[in-house]
């Protein structure tokens, strides 16, 4: 294949891709909300809001504050529930052409996750599961359970034995090591894992002395994140061998080239979308043109390119 049209397709943990840009979880509502927006073939993927056992209101507001370089949330996993997305949207995206859907799983307690990985796994037209292990563990004291070595490998092992579909595990950033997380999760089954998901924050509105989130924190997410996230795809790439798709405030072709030369198989954009709502699509096109003009024949060439 000629370098003026490079190979733009990736494989994720089995998972053949067109384009390694993913639209990331809680970013791009259940797809269905993109349809007019984002052609679905243009892109490799996308990520689902994350799926709960019962449906979730979320938090009091205000919930989402801009930063310098960024944003910080605190939506609360506010989503419809696992049942009623396979009923009214699952059909809608399964109509939808060239669309790739991933569904992001997250529960208050190994056994809700398994229960949503149950549900889903008797649906049709879902390629692969997303676990988000940022989510509090309500079973040890609320803490999360991708920042405690035991409490991510039980619930990756168990979530993997009863998935029928990749399972991806989404780590998070809050720990002190990533490479040892993601090593923990490779030992538990997972067949990929993603990150970063967001960095805990706080801002202060100093006139009314008052957290400006009603939760008190929040994630911080966006170009604010960018350098932290791309050290820890390297680290995470250094440590395991199962794909890495890194994400944490990619805004252009180039963000998502420097994410894979880090270690990262595929790439995930989320912020960016709320300043552009088709900044996916737009991203995938531009790294095609990337490729093209640095003379990349296939896309894979440039993950782990600057692996340290
Ligand atoms: C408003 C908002 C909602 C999010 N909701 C979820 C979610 O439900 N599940 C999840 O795993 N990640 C969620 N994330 C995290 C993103 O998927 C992504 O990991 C993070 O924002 C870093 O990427 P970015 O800087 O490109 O946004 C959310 C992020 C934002 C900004």
Not at 28 to 49: D, H, L, N, P
Not at 81 to 93: A, H
Not at 252 to 257: F, G, L, M, N
Request: glycine content about 10%.
């Amino acid at each position: 294949m000629s370098s003026n049209t490079p190979d733009m397709r990736v494989s994720v943990a089995g998972v053949e891709l067109r384009s390694p840009v993913i639209a990331a979880s809680g970013t791009f509502g259940y797809g269905v909300e993109f349809e007019e927006i984002v052609s679905m073939e243009r892109i490799g993927a996308f990520v689902t809001k994350g799926l709960s056992r019962e449906p979730m209101q979320g938090n009091p507001t205000p919930r989402i504050i801009e930063t310098s370089a960024g944003m910080i949330n605190a939506i609360g996993l506010q989503n419809m529930g696992v049942r009623p997305f396979v009923e009214e949207k699952l059909p809608k995206l399964r109509s939808m052409k060239g669309a790739v859907v991933i569904a992001n799983v997250f529960g208050y307690t190994v056994e809700d996750c398994l229960e949503v990985i149950r549900v889903l796994n008797d649906a049709e037209g879902i390629a692969m599961y997303e676990l988000n292990a940022s989510c509090p563990n309500t079973s040890h004291g609320g803490i999360a359970f991708g920042v405690d070595p035991s409490l991510l490998y039980e619930l990756v092992s168990r979530t993997r034995g009863a998935s029928r579909r990749p399972l991806m595990v989404k780590l998070s950033p809050n720990v002190t090591s990533i490479g040892q997380m993601a090593r923990v999760a490779a030992d538990a089954g997972a067949d990929a894992v993603s990150l970063v998901n967001t960095f805990v924050s706080l801002a202060i509105d100093i006139e009314t002395g008052k957290p400006r989130i009603a939760n008190v924190t929040g994630g911080l997410s966006g170009p604010a994140i960018k350098p932290i996230a791309v050290r820890m795809v390297h680290d995470a790439a250094k440590s395991v061998r199962i794909p890495v798709v890194g994400m944490g405030g990619i805004a252009r072709a180039e963000d998502a080239v420097e994410f894979m030369m880090a270690g990262a198989t595929a790439v995930q954009v989320g912020t960016a979308s709320y300043a552009d709502p088709r900044a996916v699509e737009n991203i995938a096109n531009g790294m095609r043109k990337w490729c093209a003009s640095h003379q990349v024949e296939h896309v894979g060439q440039l993950t782990g390119a600057a692996l340290l």
